[in-house]
């Protein structure tokens, strides 16, 4: 009698992906140790997903996963942004997984698209006018995007971190008030 298929095996393969991301990042994923760490085999892992790329696509799912639950209690864009710089502290991992260095390699156009039209939802709801949505929302973005980068090139947080943090929510906040009044 041939044996079942383990239903779970896809996600565990994924799972374990993940965890050997978030330790030791990128190098750390290999199909060896990812079939060890899920406890199967490398061809178990292969049968499942095509090769190493189509398993960091779902590493990149489970991180994104992961920051819309962070976000997804957000009040404002304002606090959104204070959460999205936690995240990259919390999680610096993921953060440059989902939007750091080889971003637009990883992935597609139209999903980039989609996210950013999230974001500009979420300024567009702020009360900022149409015709000021898209510049306020890429000037938000780039704002918290070089704060989180900032934050990532370092092992730690530095001693300028807190600061760094609170300039850019301040700056982000000003922008929104500025442009929701027109100017």
Do not use: N
């Not at 899920?38 to 499942?48: D, F, G, I, L, Q």
């Not at 996210?115 to 938000?140: K, N, S």
């Amino acid at each position: 009698m041939p044996r079942q298929a383990d239903p779970t095996l896809p996600s565990r393969i994924a799972e374990a992906a993940y965890a050997l991301w978030r330790k030791d990042g990128d190098q750390a994923v290999t199909i060896r140790d990812v079939a060890r760490r899920a406890k199967t085999t490398t061809p178990s892992v292969y049968a499942h997903f095509a090769d190493r790329t189509a398993i960091l696509r779902a590493v990149r799912e489970l991180a994104h996963e992961h920051f819309v639950t962070a976000l997804a209690k957000s009040k404002s864009v304002t606090d959104a942004c204070g959460r999205m710089l936690a995240f990259a502290d919390e999680h610096p991992r993921d953060y440059e997984l989902l939007f750091g260095y080889g971003f637009r390699d990883r992935v597609e156009p139209a999903v980039q698209a989609a996210q950013f039209a999230i974001f500009e939802g979420y300024v567009r709801q702020a009360g900022v006018p149409d015709r000021d949505v898209r510049p306020t929302a890429l000037a938000m973005r780039s704002l918290v995007h070089g704060a989180a980068m900032f934050r990532l090139a370092q092992d730690k947080p530095g001693p300028w971190w807190p600061e760094s943090r609170t300039a850019c929510l301040d700056a982000c906040a000003l922008l929104l008030e500025q442009r929701r009044r027109g100017r």
